[in-house]
């Protein structure tokens, strides 16, 4: 079990980008969902100990994280967003390399691993191919290989989805679940169905705060019956932005379909719909943003829905 509780971190620019972050991630894949901006990868870095909090704490079962930062790095396993890989070297030789950092200095034992992260990772055909060849899909799963080197407890993917196609999006994603069967690994997204497919517990944060924590199916499940659906011609759509409580619209063949939060029927020809994480989603934002003092940014990427 990771615990993070009450950390705050506010950059030299005065972006508060950690606001009483308080989690409890257990063994498992475990989804952090937010806009960009939101925190997710300030967070992450915290978690790696790549930076400090300003306060706040974070234990990893016994170990006092902040206090023995070599401790969690030997049972970590990171993905950062902006991986670079050396785009000369084959796979092989490359993961080969970062297993002797890793300190995997025993060379049967290193080819052993080495070989067996190539196969589960689906690069082993390919191993011998230099990575500057490799598509986004296939150098994310060498990432998630590097990441796996050591047999790491902790196991940390910065939005690793962004930019790969819907099937290598798949592959990726089912790699992490199959990897999460044993331990804890956090997966950051802005991408709403990333969770919603196999995460069974995940955290939504905005602007540095935890909006919702839990078990997906849980935050559907309190939005049952309250959540409409209408096709409405493009020009009515502000009118209804401005009178209901819409949620998100998008264009279904050339016309907007929204779909409203209420407790009953908003009007005529809404029909009910059983609710889903994007719906929470879109819920908790636009509930923040009322809050806040400043309207907060359109969230991007998310389907092709905006919140209203
Ligand atoms: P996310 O990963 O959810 O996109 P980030 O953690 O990258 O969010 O960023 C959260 C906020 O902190 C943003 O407003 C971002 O501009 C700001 N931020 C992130 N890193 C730094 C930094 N090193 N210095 C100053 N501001 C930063």
């Not at 309190?222 to 949620?247: D, E």
Request: proline letters at 6%.
């Amino acid at each position: 079990m990771l615990s993070i509780h009450a950390l705050n971190k506010t950059y030299g620019n005065g972006v508060h980008a950690l606001r009483d972050v308080t989690l409890n991630i257990p063994t498992g894949l475990f989804g952090l969902l937010g806009p960009n901006g939101a925190g997710k990868s300030s967070l992450m870095r915290t978690i790696a100990t790549l930076q400090e909090p300003d306060s706040g704490s974070i234990r990893f079962g016994q170990l006092d994280v902040l206090a023995d930062k070599e401790a969690l790095r030997r049972q970590l396993g990171y993905l950062p967003q902006d991986f670079g890989v050396y785009p000369r070297v084959s796979a092989e030789d490359l993961l080969n390399h970062f297993a002797v950092l890793k300190g995997l200095t025993r060379k049967g034992e290193r080819r052993d691993a080495v070989e067996a992260l190539l196969k589960q990772t689906n690069l082993w055909d390919v191993r011998r191919q230099k990575l500057g060849g490799f598509s986004g899909g296939m150098r994310q799963r060498f990432g998630i290989a590097q990441a796996l080197l050591g047999d790491p407890r902790l196991v940390i993917v910065d939005e690793p989805t962004a930019g790969l196609d819907p099937e290598e999006r798949n592959r990726f994603l089912n790699l992490l679940a199959e990897i999460g069967e044993q331990v804890v690994v956090i997966l950051s997204t802005h991408i709403v169905e990333d969770v919603t497919d196999l995460c069974p517990r995940m955290a939504m944060i905005v602007k540095g705060q935890v909006l919702l924590s839990g078990e997906p199916q849980q935050a559907i499940d309190a939005l049952r019956n309250r959540v409409w659906r209408k096709r409405v011609s493009k020009s009515a759509l502000s009118q209804y932005q401005m009178t209901m409580q819409v949620l998100s619209n998008k264009l279904v063949g050339g016309q907007p379909e929204i779909h409203v939060y209420s407790e009953r029927q908003p009007e005529e020809g809404f029909i009910s719909v059983e609710p889903d994480l994007e719906d929470v989603y879109f819920l908790k934002l636009r509930t923040h943003q009322n809050v806040l003092p400043q309207p907060s940014t359109v969230p991007v990427g998310v389907a092709e829905a905006q919140p209203a």
